[in-house]
T-cell receptor
């Protein structure tokens, strides 16, 4: 089955700086890669996603890149703000179309 | 448009007991998935229901079972509770399967087994 590894587990950045989270996956059949943000006491919220036929996608301060050959994808947050502090999860579909999540990255943005 | 709602929000059960968790899907969504999220971990896939039929299951024992109703709401049942079942249980709905449209998650039910 699919295996997703996510790094780093924690990330501390100064407000205004950029944050990058990286994930690798194992199943070459995976074709959909969403990123979720989870705040304390809440369920994960979809923030951006990318499909295997696209190399990069951007939505305001958030961007995701995908390298199918290397089987890795990354989340980029620019001009970070305190409200970006949360746990971020990457995910990949397995060959059955079910999600496998990474272990999460705790992002802390300090003013 | 309402999101995904789960009940109850918190629950304490004794080892060996049975528990039922409930989920109302987002309007228009016909697929429901359940995930278990242990503290400090990513969500782990339990199973998925599409139009009242289970169409995928993760690595969970049979004492984890579910139902989806005609209105696409869903239940997760866990029998013979164990201490390791303590976790946040997340329900997620989607249209036609999460790989096509992505999931909308509820806020979860925090289950504590003592």
């Amino acid at each position: 089955g699919e295996n997703v590894e996510q790094h780093p587990s924690t990330l501390s950045v100064q407000e205004g700086d950029s944050a990058v989270i990286k994930c690798t996956y194992s199943d070459s059949a995976s074709n959909y890669f969403p990123w979720y943000k989870q705040e304390l006491g809440k369920g994960p919220q979809l923030i951006i996603d990318i499909r295997s036929n696209v190399g990069e996608k951007k939505d305001q301060r958030i961007a995701v890149t995908l390298n199918k050959t290397a089987k890795h994808f990354s989340l980029h947050i620019t001009e970070t703000q305190p409200e970006d502090s949360a746990v971020y999860f990457c995910a990949a579909t397995d060959s059955w179309g079910k999600f496998q999540f990474g272990a999460g990255t705790q992002v802390v943005v300090t003013p | 448009e309402t999101g995904v709602t789960q009940s109850p929000t918190h629950l304490i059960k004794t080892r060996g007991q049975q528990v039922t968790l409930r989920c109302s899907s987002q309007s228009g969504h016909n697929t429901v998935s359940w995930y278990q999220q242990a503290l400090g971990q990513g969500p782990q896939f339990i199973f998925q229901y599409y139009r009242e039929e289970e169409n995928g299951r993760g690595n969970f024992p049979p004492r984890f079972s579910g139902l989806q109703f005609p209105n696409y709401s869903s239940e997760l049942n866990v029998n013979a509770l164990e201490l390791d079942d303590s976790a946040l249980y997340l329900c997620a709905s989607s249209l036609g399967g999460g790989s096509s449209y992505g999931y909308t998650f509820g806020s979860g039910t925090r289950l504590t087994v003592v």
